[in-house]
């Protein structure tokens, strides 16, 4: 997009930014994964008029427009009384929701893939393959010193399902259908994915888990998705079924998922996100050898991509157009 001055269709290219109206802008920004210094230096190339100022930079009397935020501290939020947006760096806002310095009346803005769908699609497809051709059982044979060629499944062999088809899911699962994989989703509300078999709401979960050798998970942690993935729904999936979790760990029940492995229903599982991070060393799933777990790592915020999107959000906003906020009832 080019910006041309006064109409407010800004972008990083912006050749005259002191004609443009967003050069007056004040943004606050915060984020407790690091890289700060990476983020304020592509800010201010993206937007070179606007005033950033990192938290804790900022004296108490200085208050932002928007705020560009990542787990921030409750009293940041409660010191800024006259913001019009908070933008998430990253697809989840459970825990800006949950943040008891959140201002109600403020909209919260979520990132919307923004170059994470093709992280956490990598990451799916490492499992995919880490099951679909046998790797476990070849690290078991290793360890036995057993060499036994197995048959190679072709990819139709395992339906996978996908659990959330928002701006990541129905990205992840579409991708899936293109590189051979028989692929279902279900989503709360009904979609239309080329190529993927879609499923929508509670009644419809009982069929869709049944017919998936591979269960993905890309819910958000909501009320209406904590311990969705309990014992009695586990088991609707077929034995030798895997589980791959990388949208929020409080949608499995991981007592349950360990029950599942033990009783042999269930082959193995790639763990990305856990009820309680960081998984606390004397967790029971560190020890499980059917268990990969890694450290919330499948789709981090990637910051260009995140800036471009913020950028022309606040554009939008500045000049009038809707943007979609986060649903706080809903919580996603
Ligand atoms: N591990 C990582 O590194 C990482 C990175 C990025 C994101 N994430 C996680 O991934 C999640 C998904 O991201 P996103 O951008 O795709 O979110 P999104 O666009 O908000 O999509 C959420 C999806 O979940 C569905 N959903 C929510 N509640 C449901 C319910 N009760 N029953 C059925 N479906 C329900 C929604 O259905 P509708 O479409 O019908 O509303 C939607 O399809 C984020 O919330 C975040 O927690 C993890």
Not at 26 to 44: C, D, M, P, T, V
Not at 138 to 148: I, K, N, P, V
Not at 255 to 273: F, I, P, W, Y
Request: aromatic share 8%; glycine share 10%; proline share 7%.
């Amino acid at each position: 997009m080019q910006c041309r001055g006064e109409s407010l269709q800004w972008n990083s290219g912006c050749q005259h930014p002191q004609r443009c109206p967003l050069r007056a802008l004040k943004l606050l920004f915060y984020s407790r994964s690091g890289q700060s210094s990476r983020w304020i230096e592509a800010l201010h190339q993206a937007l070179p008029g606007a005033e950033i100022r990192l938290y804790g930079e900022a004296t108490s009397d200085w208050q932002a427009d928007y705020a560009l935020l990542w787990q921030p501290p409750p009293e940041l939020l409660r010191s800024q009384r006259r913001l019009r947006g908070i933008f998430n760096l990253g697809a989840g806002v459970d825990a800006l929701l949950a943040n008891p310095g959140l201002p109600e009346e403020v909209p919260i803005y979520k990132l919307r893939d923004a170059g994470m769908a093709a992280w956490m699609l990598d990451y799916i497809r490492y499992g995919l393959l880490h099951f679909g051709r046998d790797m476990d059982r070849y690290r078991e044979q290793q360890r036995l010193r057993c060499w036994q060629p197995r048959e190679i499944g072709h990819r139709a062999q395992w339906p996978v399902g996908v659990l959330g088809l928002g701006a990541l899911g129905s990205e992840i699962a579409a991708a899936l259908s293109v590189e051979g994989y028989s692929v279902s989703g279900w989503s709360r509300t009904p979609k239309s994915i080329p190529g993927v078999d879609c499923y929508a709401g509670e009644t419809t979960l009982a069929p869709f888990l049944s017919r998936c050798r591979v269960l993905v998970s890309i819910l958000p942690a909501t009320v209406d998705t904590r311990h969705l993935l309990n014992l009695e729904r586990l088991q609707r999936l077929p034995e030798g079924a895997v589980v791959i979790s990388c949208g929020r760990g409080e949608v499995l029940d991981s007592q349950a998922l360990l029950a599942l492995l033990d009783s042999h229903h269930l082959r193995g599982a790639l763990l990305d996100v856990f009820e309680q991070e960081p998984l606390p060393t004397d967790s029971p799933l560190y020890d499980n050898e059917r268990l990969i777990i890694t450290p919330h790592i499948s789709a981090p915020t990637p910051i260009e991509g995140a800036i471009e999107q913020i950028v022309e959000g606040i554009g939008r906003l500045e000049s009038g157009a809707p943007l979609p906020a986060v649903d706080r009832q809903r919580g996603y």
